[in-house]
């Protein structure tokens, strides 16, 4: 599966703040045409941030649906489902920057645990953790925006999914990479 080029990113960008846009105001729009490459599963993620802080992150990490379905769920999802924040409202979306993350498959870690640090590269993968039947997140650019190392990366996915920091160290924990290609609307 390829990336995506440019233009499709910026189409996948506009397509997350129409489906933003619909979702805070009720005014639902027809969708664009697309390129063949949104008819594709692909895992993907929205963010929505204002003033530089999060304030909406929803998505996909596995290729469930075709990526233009999955961005206008994901961005609706993002802006009035995320448990964390309370529903965008209309007056925000002016203030509101829109990310849209498309995501490789993920692949689990092989080998012996203790070695799974020397297997993520920072700023190249995001992570998955999975065990005791939870798990957690988090996107490649997370661990630059907070200039981590592997560990203190794994560590902070683990305690993600509600699991002890250090439990990428287990080996009945689960671990996947992935990559993600970024597009996002530029900064006014």
């Not at 304030?55 to 964390?84: N, Q």
């Not at 993968?125 to 999975?130: A, E, K, M, T, Y």
Request: glycine residues 10%; charged residues 25%; hydrophobic residues 40%.
């Amino acid at each position: 599966m390829s990336g995506l080029r440019e233009e499709e990113g910026r189409l996948a960008v506009q397509l997350a703040r129409q489906s933003l846009h619909s979702t805070v105001t009720g005014r639902q729009e027809p969708l664009p045409s697309l390129p063949p490459v949104f008819d594709e599963k692909r895992g993907v993620f929205v963010t929505l941030t204002r003033s530089g802080q999060l304030r909406g992150c929803i998505g996909f990490p596995y290729p469930v649906a075709p990526l233009g379905e999955a961005i206008v769920d994901a961005a609706h999802a993002a802006a009035v489902e995320d448990p964390r924040f309370h529903p965008v409202r209309p007056e925000e979306l002016g203030s509101i920057r829109v990310e849209v993350t498309v995501l490789t498959e993920p692949v689990v870690i092989e080998g012996p645990a203790a070695e799974r640090a020397a297997k993520v590269e920072v700023g190249r993968h995001g992570l998955i953790v999975r065990g005791k039947g939870t798990s957690g997140l988090l996107l490649p650019q997370v661990a630059t925006e907070y200039n981590w190392e592997s560990e203190e990366f794994l560590s902070s996915t683990c305690a993600k999914a509600g699991l002890a920091g250090r439990c990428w160290r287990d080996q009945d924990v689960e671990v996947s990479t992935f990559e993600g290609q970024i597009f996002h609307e530029s900064l006014e």
